[in-house]
């Protein structure tokens, strides 16, 4: 079993900045992916950003540019740098990995998500 903890999320201004932190633990023999999902409210989990263990990095459309996703494979956590935020960048986070598990030789697993509120 693979356990995401994520953390950082709050309410932020417009153009203000946002750290988030995703941390996993369990029976990991080797994560291969992780990243960020995002929902709002009415609308459908989509991707944020996503970061292979090579270190290729792939972000949607909209947040290209203001947010960075970066990850510490010593600690099996990744980050989601944010900076001018949006209104509409409002959403639940959630992290995301995948990769080989030590019992189960496989995981998809998912955080429990963070709020994410920026007022205008």
């Known amino acids: 079993q693979v356990r995401l903890v994520e953390s950082g999320g709050g309410l932020v201004q417009a153009g203000g900045s946002l750290r988030l932190s995703c941390a996993a633990s369990g029976s990991i023999f080797r994560i291969n992916a992780m990243g960020w999902y995002r929902q709002a409210p009415g609308k459908e989990r989509a991707l944020v950003a996503v970061?292979?263990?090579?270190?290729?990095?792939n972000y949607a459309d909209s947040v290209k540019g203001r947010f960075t996703i970066s990850r510490d494979s010593a600690k099996n956590t990744v980050y989601l740098q944010m900076i001018s935020l949006k209104p509409e960048d409002t959403a639940v986070y959630y992290c995301?990995?995948?990769?080989?598990?030590?019992?189960?030789?496989?995981?998809?697993?998912w955080g429990q998500g963070t709020q994410v509120t920026v007022s205008s």
């Open positions: 970061i292979t263990s090579g270190g290729v990095t």
């Open positions: 995301h990995a995948e990769g080989l598990a030590l019992i189960t030789a496989s995981f998809d697993s």
